[in-house]
């Protein structure tokens, strides 16, 4: 090949190269100025109250993803998950077993502490766009949960594996209960940034502040999370009762034992005057 045809080849090379960096330049230049997506949320209400004759309600969660380039509602550019979760407890748990012909607890084990109620909804199966070390880091689902057995079983010593028996029943019997809850298309895109869930709370919830979470994600990735908090407060006749069984324990036991004989005085009258007549 002559020095023409070095030259010749050199410079179709520089000029294509050039006009790929032209055309790529620009794009790259801009996704860089493209300011980061964020989610903005909030619940429909900060309070509700727990009287005697609470049913159980609905509490609203919804938001916008800031920055959203999400063509539509349709498309599922982003991924988004609510979790409300109750205030965390110890608990023991039992298990039965038949011996000598009679059921009795033969293995307990006692969890440091797990959430008394925990509902998760999301834009689809969490298990479709999240990767587990996300989900486990920010306890997203029932399976990521961090449930640690504290100190020895009261009843046997269960190996690992029944430790993980143990922690399934634990879930499932919270489930029977509607205090574990989930909806794999319980939240909605409305456009193309606006979004809502909506989570039940069922007359059994235990009173105590609700953390409510919500996190953006895309492509597996975590973008942004947004945390509020929801209180359940006793109120009426239930707080009345409550606070003094609470603050003044020996004349609410009194007063209990005086209104149970009173009533039972008044059966007894009742009674003796159906006989007479």
């Known amino acids: 090949m002559g020095l023409k045809a070095i030259v010749l080849a050199s410079a179709v090379v520089a000029s294509a190269t050039i006009a790929w960096l032209a055309a790529v330049a620009p794009s790259q230049a801009q996704n860089a100025t493209l300011p980061v997506e964020s989610v ?67 293995e307990s084990i006692r969890f440091a502490s797990f959430p008394s109620y925990y509902a998760i909804a999301s834009t689809r199966p969490i298990d479709e766009f999240a990767e587990p070390d996300v989900l486990n880091k920010n306890e997203i689902g029932f399976s990521h949960i961090r449930m640690v057995p504290s100190g020895r079983a009261y009843i046997g010593n269960p190996n690992p594996k ?38 039940t709370l069922p007359p059994n919830v235990p009173v105590g502040p609700l953390t409510a979470r919500v996190y953006l994600l895309k492509d597996g990735v975590l973008l942004s999370s947004y945390q509020s908090k929801v209180d359940l407060e006793r109120a009426g006749l ?15 036991a009194l007063s209990t034992i005086l209104l149970a004989a009173l009533a039972g005085l008044s059966a007894a009258f009742a009674f003796q005057r159906a006989m007479a007549s």
């Open 238 to 252: 239930e707080r009345f009762l409550h606070d003094a069984a609470i603050e003044r324990p020996l004349l609410y």
């Open 40 to 106: 903005e949320a909030d619940v429909s209400t900060r309070s509700v109250s727990i009287t005697s004759g609470f049913t159980g309600t609905e509490i609203i969660i919804f938001g916008t993803v800031e920055n959203s380039r999400q063509p539509s509602a349709e498309a599922g550019t982003y991924d988004v998950v609510v979790v409300v979760e109750g205030t965390p407890a110890p608990a023991v748990v039992r298990k039965k077993a038949r011996v000598g012909g009679l059921w009795i607890n033969t």
């Open 162 to 199: 029944e430790a993980l028996e143990f922690r399934d029943a634990v879930i499932r019997l919270k489930q029977r209960d509607r205090l574990y809850v989930t909806a794999n298309h319980g939240v909605i895109f409305i456009g193309r940034s606006l979004f809502r869930s909506t989570i």
